[in-house]
């Protein structure tokens, strides 16, 4: 949510920063706005909408040139997207700019204060207190970075600040607490960004920022501090993707690029985690064999798609592991009782790392002594270093706002938790271990075949871009996998979509079925014959009520045919990975129907990807 970026150095403040604005985009989109110290002071640029309107308005009035900068795409929360409530916001002497992605909790009560003293503010949001509040430690002394730590001592809540002041030119100063910041270090300049994606193709060394620190940015320099002043050890790290991965590489939107990108997902998820002789070594999980042997119970939680990702894996880690697994949105987690202990394992997924929802569920598993461990994507994020142990997904960047490789590599990485348990616990035999992790190894080219036949589910997509709903209908794992497929359709198409537990239609939803309503149904392997069978008769019950039945099953499941309106077949594969399979067309799907309708996929409304927000 909201994408920062600030620079110092040699460059055109003005280039760079746009530039990474556009890499940043999909963090929020609705508004964007400038800042630039060049000589004639402090000069700042904002509009609402996407960052075209931004540009365009820079076009028509371009900003003195300069070699500091910061910019801001913003994800609206305090006050309407429009151009007064865009960041930057300035103070009253109009020498302070700040940027801000989160949420001041207490801003109501900072901004009375402020407007009491005289302070004239002039947005409706929470970020503008802070430009006021730093006008005023200002005066107070000690300088920018000084004037922050105070202000920051002041607030509540999460939040990434960025600010630069006229009276030190040189100067980039920024703030972290509970939201992402990174550090970009390169020759002779630097740069700060919510996102290692805005500076990649500058430089891919990297500081990750911790809690409550403040980072002073020179063209020759960097220091990072404690918001109590403190030195802070910092981790360098060296991003290992290029500028490549960020770009669309020829496809028309990222969603298309990331969804093509699965095969090779899959397979660098399952890289360097299979020895030599079939055992699965997951070392840099942090979490020994013998803590593993002593969890009694494990607690998933995650928001959206990763959610579904969790859902799924209960069925992996009951069915493999043997263990008892609940499956918990992360925003409700903490409002109910849950019963945890030290020998509880709670597995929290997420593709950003940021989500605020999963982070504070995480924080209150630890407050319970939990063990925690992360399956995440994106290196240098809060989640990983919030939890005992980390699983990397290694999906590479995710920049569509709909998640679609990061899901399939959550699968894969649950899978191999799974299994590795199992093989530590001795669940399964080591030789019914080795056999899966061979059958998983040979997913990326099930899920290559899958996109191959794809121009069938593409045209069968634009042909339903005038409905107004569509149902999904899964049993066992092809429930979690209906969700994702309703979930798809909703936030890109804008069209209502529901999923639904096969079994649970007589209960109620059967009653929504109505002549010609697309159904789509995701029927299990054939070898599975009792949720099979099962499967086929909701199909005959809804076709016998007039949907139009679109039916995913294995290639060569002729049982199917005669009550398919259309026919989906995908490669036969065991039940517990058929997710993997059967969610792809589902994504194509969803892409290719809200693309007919002219929606933007990379950038639905309302939405933004890392919701840094609770
Ligand atoms: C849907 C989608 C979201 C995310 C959710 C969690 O396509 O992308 O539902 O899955 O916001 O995000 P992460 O995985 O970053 O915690």
Redesign the pocket.
């Known amino acids: 949510m909201c994408g920062i970026v600030g620079y110092v150095g040699g460059r055109p403040a003005l280039d760079v920063v746009i530039e990474g604005l556009a890499r940043l985009e999909y963090r929020g989109y609705d508004s964007a706005g400038i800042a630039v110290l060049a000589e004639g002071g402090l000069a700042t640029a904002k509009r609402a909408g996407k960052l075209v309107n931004l540009r365009g308005a820079l076009e028509d009035e371009p900003l003195p040139a300069g070699t500091l900068g910061m910019g801001h795409t913003r994800w609206a929360t305090h006050g309407a997207p429009n151009d007064r409530n865009a960041h930057p916001h300035v103070d009253c002497t109009g020498s302070v700019a700040v940027i801000h992605n989160g949420i001041i909790e207490n801003f109501a009560a900072l901004r009375g204060e402020l407007e009491e003293a005289g302070h004239k503010l002039g947005s409706d949001t929470d970020t503008e207190a802070v430009a006021h509040l730093l006008e005023d430690e200002l005066k107070a002394g000690g300088g920018l970075a000084a004037a922050m730590r105070r202000v920051c001592r002041r607030l509540e809540g999460a939040f990434t600040l960025v600010a630069v002041h006229t009276g030190d030119p040189d100067l980039v100063v920024g703030a972290r607490r509970n939201s992402p910041l990174v550090v970009g270090v390169g020759d002779g300049e630097n740069f700060l960004a919510s996102d290692v994606a805005a500076f990649i193709a500058h430089t891919r060394d990297a500081i990750e920022l911790g809690q409550d620190q403040i980072v002073e940015l020179r063209p020759g320099g960097v220091t990072v501090t404690g918001f109590d002043g403190r030195p802070a050890e910092v981790k360098e790290y060296h991003v290992d993707w290029d500028v490549s991965a960020a770009e669309k590489d020829g496809h028309d939107y990222f969603m298309l690029k990331e969804i093509a990108e699965q095969p090779r997902a899959v397979a660098d998820t399952l890289l360097g985690r299979i020895g030599a002789d079939g055992r699965l070594t997951l070392d840099e999980m942090r979490i020994s064999d013998q803590e593993l042997r002593e969890v009694d119970k494990i607690i998933i939680v995650?928001?959206?798609?990763?959610?579904h990702a969790g859902l799924i894996a209960k069925y992996a880690i009951e069915h493999w592991a043997g263990l008892p697994c609940e499956v918990e949105l992360a925003s409700e987690f903490r409002y109910r009782d849950a019963i945890l202990s030290p020998t509880t394992l709670v597995i929290a997924?997420?593709?950003?790392?940021?989500?605020m929802d999963?982070l504070m569920a995480v924080r209150h598993a630890r407050e319970q002594k939990a063990k925690l461990l992360g399956i995440c994507n994106v290196n240098g994020s809060t989640l990983p270093r919030e939890c005992d142990g980390v699983l990397y997904t290694h999906a590479g960047p995710e920049i569509a706002?709909?998640?679609t490789k990061?899901f399939l590599t959550q699968l894969v990485a649950v899978y191999l938790i799974a299994l590795y348990i199992a093989q530590v616990r001795g669940t399964k035999w080591g030789d019914e271990v080795f056999a899966m992790v061979q059958l998983l190894e040979r997913m990326p080219e099930k899920v290559e075949k899958v996109l191959e036949t794809m121009e069938p589910v593409r045209e069968l997509a634009r042909s339903l871009a005038g409905e107004r709903c569509v149902l999904f209908l899964g049993r066992h794992v092809g429930f979690p996998v209906a969700l994702e497929g309703a979930?798809?359709l909703k936030?890109l198409a804008y069209m209502h979509a529901e999923g639904f537990a096969a079994g649970e239609l007589k209960h109620g939803p059967i009653a929504l079925i109505e002549q010609g309503l697309p159904v789509v149904v995701i029927v299990p392997p054939r070898a599975r014959d009792v949720l099979h069978d099962k499967i086929v008769s909701n199909i005959q019950e809804i076709r016998a009520r007039g949907a139009r039945t679109i039916v995913i099953a294995e290639e060569g499941d002729r049982s199917v045919e005669p009550y398919a309106d259309t026919l989906i077949g995908v490669p036969a594969v065991p039940t517990l990975l058929q997710p993997l399979v059967t969610t792809v067309p589902l994504q194509v799907f969803a892409c290719e129907l809200a693309t007919a309708k002219g929606h933007d996929v990379d950038q639905p409304r309302n939405l933004a990807?890392?919701?840094t927000v609770e």
Do not use: R
């Open positions: 995650a928001c959206g798609t990763s959610f997924i997420s593709q950003s790392g940021e989500t999963a706002v709909a998640s990061a979930l798809k936030e990807k890392s919701v």
